[in-house]
């Protein structure tokens, strides 16, 4: 009996000194908030316009977990197709991790990735105006970023940054991967508990 009272206190005592290493120790904060994205970018060598949204949980003020998507607003000529009146449709998103430095200064920057996938096709103009779309084939897209966040209220921030659109396994008349491929202005709006 005594050999496994002395037994029980030295496993006790070693459970009690070893401690379990974790990502994120200590008391955890959260927060999140939501909004709205504009990304200037150029598609089929013509200058184009993403609009769209992005959100997240926000984990000790330093790393988001979250998503967002992006739709193509402005029109891009397709290629390889019949009619000179035939225009691009496309989207993507997915998830979205980021790493923000120094949070609750006036300025801070932050590096994001997404990892997602999307779809494009094309519209075509007629006498009646614009029809449905045809041929929609997706593409896997990775996007990593940097932005210059500013504080502007306790609830609101903006964010000015810079990223790159890679994108793989296209198959598609209307657009090739180097061609949805390459680099946005980027402009968000973020509301939320930061």
């Not at 519209?123 to 990775?142: I, P, R, T």
Request: glycine share 14%; charged share 15%.
């Amino acid at each position: 009996m005594k050999k496994l009272v002395f037994l029980l206190v030295i496993v006790f005592t070693f459970s009690a000194l070893a401690q379990e290493t974790t990502l994120i120790s200590g008391d955890i904060e959260s927060g999140g908030f939501g909004g709205p994205v504009l990304k200037i970018t150029n598609i089929n060598s013509e200058n184009a316009v993403l609009v769209g949204g992005r959100g997240g949980w926000i984990i000790n003020h330093s790393f988001v977990i979250g998503g967002g998507g992006y739709g193509l607003v402005t029109d891009v000529k397709a290629k390889a197709t019949d009619s000179i009146h035939q225009y691009i449709e496309m989207g993507y998103g997915g998830l979205e991790i980021e790493y923000i430095a120094s949070s609750n200064d006036l300025i801070h920057l932050s590096m994001e990735l997404l990892v997602g996938g999307g779809g494009v096709g094309y519209k075509y103009e007629n006498n009646d105006g614009f029809n449905a779309s045809h041929n929609m084939n997706s593409f896997f897209v990775l996007e990593p970023s940097i932005h210059a966040n500013l504080n502007i209220t306790h609830f609101f921030r903006m964010a000015a940054g810079v990223g790159y659109r890679y994108v793989s396994g296209l198959k598609s008349a209307v657009s090739t991967n180097a061609d949805l491929s390459g680099p946005s202005a980027i402009l968000t709006f973020e509301f939320g508990k930061f």
